[in-house]
Antibody, heavy 120, light 113 residues
């Protein structure tokens, strides 16, 4: 059974960097058939995909245009986890953040979610 | 980007009656190499993460009641709840994972009439 466990602060000041980690059990971040994603859900309810990383002989990354200049997703093979870093945050980045495994061969798996508020 | 359009925005159905939600993609999300549609249906209740109901457009996730079914191919999809139960009150989302950016429908709120 694949489980994703998220960690990170729930409050970030404007202009600072939002950092969250997603620890993986039951699979490997280096899996050659999965992609590791970050998704957020605004207070109004809409779901927005932020980006992903995956390994296919080398690491690859895809980012949403809306955050491309501010986002980094980093795999950590030693800890079997991946992280989200979103810099220069504003109150508009306030949302519930989810990590998720998406694979063509099996059903998706989501983390429990982390509510992040951007406020001074 | 592939745009996912869900309808209706909300739906009120009597207990035991059928509920059907539509999801249309702006491009085909069918992988012709394996005949799989890369579409997932989620159910979300307040304060909880989205729960996978259906993937590959029509494959029911383990443990999901068989009153939930998914259908469609290419660009037109549907989620059907054959006999609405109280515990099915939730918001339902479709998502395509055929190509990045992964995109979601706007959600359909299902309530009891």
């Amino acid at each position: 059974q694949v489980l994703l466990r998220q960690s990170g602060p729930g409050l970030v000041k404007p202009s600072q960097t939002l950092s969250l980690t997603c620890a993986i059990s039951g699979d490997s971040v280096s899996s050659d058939f999965a992609a590791w994603n970050w998704i957020r859900q605004s207070p109004s309810g809409g779901l927005e995909w932020l980006g992903r990383t995956y390994y296919r002989s080398k690491w690859s990354y895809d980012y949403a245009v809306s955050v491309k200049s501010r986002i980094t997703i980093s795999p950590d093979t030693s800890k079997n986890q991946f992280s989200l870093h979103l810099n220069s945050v504003t109150p508009e980045d306030t949302a519930v953040y989810y990590c998720a495994r998406v694979a063509f061969r099996v059903s998706p798996v989501w983390g429990q979610g982390t509510m992040v508020t951007v406020s001074s | 980007d592939i745009v996912m359009t869900q309808s209706p925005d909300s739906l009120a159905v009597s207990l035991g009656e059928r509920a059907t939600i539509s999801c249309k993609s702006s491009l085909s999300i069918l992988d012709i190499s394996n005949n799989k549609n890369y579409l997932t249906w989620y159910q979300q209740k307040p304060g909880q993460p989205p729960k996978v109901l259906i993937y590959w457009a029509s494959t029911r996730e383990s443990g999901v009641p068989d009153r939930f079914s998914g259908s469609g191919s290419g660009t037109d999809f549907a989620l059907t709840i054959s006999s609405l139960q109280t515990e099915d009150v939730a918001v339902y989302y479709c998502q395509q994972y055929y190509s990045p950016p992964l995109t979601f429908g706007g959600g359909t709120k299902v309530e009891i009439k």
